[in-house]
């Protein structure tokens, strides 16, 4: 599904006609939908052959529309990325996270990818603040 979504939303046509599978620690089984958008960039990332800032994580759900959603205990969540060491996450918009953590807030997964990847503009808040144009 997160491929499909990919192909018609992310502008990776190419991903249609691929075979793909996705590996996880431990070989852990995802079933866990705030994974979408992470598995969504990582793929993107392996496209465009271009990587992600550091100690950066991304959570959300994504629609078949392109849209990325709310995840249920987000703002849980993005607290203990932040006490794991993680400065910035890549999220639904309206989002909010604990102080010190800068939020890049997307509505489409093309958004997060632009984000993400630095592949166009987008929104950024700080700590669920302040905004800025990256």
């Given at each position: ?94 989002a ?32 669920g ?6």
């Amino acid at each position: 599904m997160v491929a499909a979504v990919l192909t018609e939303h992310g502008k990776f046509k190419q991903l249609a006609r691929m075979e793909m599978y996705v590996s996880t620690v431990g070989g852990m089984a995802l079933t866990e939908p705030a994974a979408d958008l992470a598995i969504a960039l990582s793929l993107a990332s392996s496209m465009t052959k271009r990587t992600f800032q550091d100690k950066t994580v991304a959570l959300g759900e994504l629609g078949l529309a392109g849209e990325v959603r709310r995840v249920p205990d987000l703002e849980w969540r993005l607290k203990e990325a932040h006490r794991m060491g993680f400065h910035t996450a890549i999220v639904p918009r309206g989002a909010k996270g604990p102080a010190g953590m800068k939020l890049l807030e997307a509505g489409t997964v093309a958004e997060a990818i632009a984000l993400g990847l630095g592949t166009g503009a987008a929104t950024a808040t700080g700590a669920g603040t302040d905004t800025e144009k990256r």
